[in-house]
């Protein structure tokens, strides 16, 4: 219980038990209000436009003609790029796999750092928790905000790619990464599985940009610092001379989507990622917990 809960009377109204009922509330609040920020159309709506530059740069490159398809073992990023030109559907991989490095990270870098401090540097928190909201209900829900934030970034994203490459492009059966061809709808459940493959990606550098958001009073510094982080950690995994380290940075496994398509799909990477993204969500909202609930809030 905060100091401005212990601080109310007894009877007081706000004062009263709050049930689950009053939690999903506040938690379709925060979520109404983080979707309704202009900073947040702002952000989804750059993520929506990667897919559409991609898509208009490949259609004037080969000029809609049938390209290269990219041989069956290629990587994420260029296997599906050359396949675009055969099948608008690949649009969805490629967009998924050009914006996965910096772009969503960054903009869940932004809503995850702002989740705590910028309600400390607009002098809002200290009434949250008087509501009260109470720390640990607070926290979840802005953790659960973020997340919500994560799964609909990556949906703008696979939402805009799937509608340019259909309009742009031909849209039929789908050639895997191993050689094989699956039907569209398979392709497509492919496509929804893979997006939501990359959302949960999300969720331990979603995780750590909440802890640094418990750290400082300072919105600004705490997005500057989390982003900061994504580029240390993604420049660390390009350094071969630490492959020691590799396999524990959160962003190491996060191309291992592309192993969604393939026939059949490839697990071990997959849930190597997801149980890495668990392990930091474990230990950095841990973290974020443990200073939120001992932090002496006076905005």
């Given at each position: 219980?905060?100091?401005?809960?212990?601080?109310?009377?007894?009877?007081?109204?706000?004062?009263?038990p709050r049930g689950p009922w009053w939690t999903l509330g506040l938690?379709?609040?925060?979520?109404?209000?983080?979707?309704?920020?202009?900073?947040?159309?702002?952000?989804?709506?750059?993520?929506?436009?990667?897919?559409?530059?991609?898509?208009?740069?490949?259609?004037?490159?080969?000029?809609?003609?049938?390209?290269?398809?990219?041989?069956?073992?290629?990587?994420?990023?260029?296997?599906?790029?050359?396949?675009?030109?055969?099948?608008?559907?690949?649009?969805?991989?490629?967009?998924?796999?050009?914006?996965?490095?910096?772009?969503?990270?960054?903009?869940?870098?932004?809503?995850?750092?702002?989740?705590?401090a910028g309600e400390a540097s607009g002098g809002t928190l200290r009434?949250?928790?008087?509501?009260?909201?109470?720390?640990?209900?607070?926290?979840?829900?802005?953790?659960?905000?973020?997340?919500?934030?994560?799964?609909?970034?990556?949906?703008?994203?696979?939402?805009?790619?799937?509608?340019?490459?259909?309009?742009?492009?031909?849209?039929?059966?789908?050639?895997?990464?191993?050689?094989?061809?699956?039907?569209?709808?398979?392709?497509?459940?492919?496509?929804?599985?893979?997006?939501?493959?990359?959302?949960?990606?999300?969720?331990?550098?979603?995780?750590?940009?909440?802890?640094?958001?418990?750290?400082?009073?300072?919105g600004m510094g705490a997005m500057a610092a989390t982003v900061g982080?994504?580029?240390?950690?993604?420049?660390?995994?390009?350094?071969?001379?630490?492959?020691?380290?590799?396999?524990?940075?959160?962003?190491?496994?996060?191309?291992?989507?592309?192993?969604?398509?393939?026939?059949?799909?490839?697990?071990?990477?997959?849930?190597?990622?997801?149980?890495?993204?668990?392990?930091?969500?474990?230990?950095?909202?841990?973290?974020?917990?443990?200073?939120?609930?001992?932090?002496?809030?006076?905005?």
């Amino acid at each position: 219980m905060s100091q401005a809960e212990r601080a109310m009377p007894p009877g007081s109204a706000v004062a009263r038990p709050r049930g689950p009922w009053w939690t999903l509330g506040l938690l379709r609040s925060e979520i109404t209000t983080l979707l309704r920020r202009h900073r947040t159309f702002a952000l989804l709506g750059v993520l929506a436009a990667v897919p559409a530059l991609i898509g208009i740069a490949v259609r004037i490159e080969t000029g809609g003609g049938g390209g290269g398809a990219g041989g069956p073992d290629g990587g994420a990023g260029p296997a599906f790029l050359a396949q675009v030109t055969n099948n608008g559907l690949f649009l969805v991989f490629a967009a998924l796999a050009a914006t996965l490095p910096v772009f969503l990270p960054m903009a869940v870098g932004v809503v995850a750092g702002d989740a705590v401090a910028g309600e400390a540097s607009g002098g809002t928190l200290r009434y949250l928790l008087v509501a009260p909201a109470g720390r640990t209900r607070l926290l979840l829900v802005k953790y659960a905000s973020v997340l919500a934030f994560c799964l609909v970034a990556t949906l703008v994203v696979a939402a805009s790619a799937l509608a340019v490459g259909a309009l742009l492009f031909p849209v039929g059966e789908v050639t895997t990464i191993s050689g094989t061809r699956i039907g569209v709808g398979e392709g497509l459940v492919r496509a929804a599985l893979t997006a939501l493959a990359v959302a949960v990606s999300l969720t331990g550098f979603a995780a750590l940009g909440l802890f640094v958001s418990t750290l400082t009073g300072s919105g600004m510094g705490a997005m500057a610092a989390t982003v900061g982080l994504l580029i240390t950690v993604q420049i660390v995994d390009s350094i071969p001379q630490l492959s020691g380290v590799h396999p524990y940075l959160f962003a190491h496994y996060w191309m291992s989507f592309a192993d969604i398509l393939r026939e059949p799909v490839h697990w071990d990477d997959l849930i190597k990622n997801f149980q890495l993204q668990g392990l930091y969500v474990a230990v950095f909202g841990s973290a974020a917990w443990a200073r939120f609930t001992t932090k002496d809030i006076t905005a």
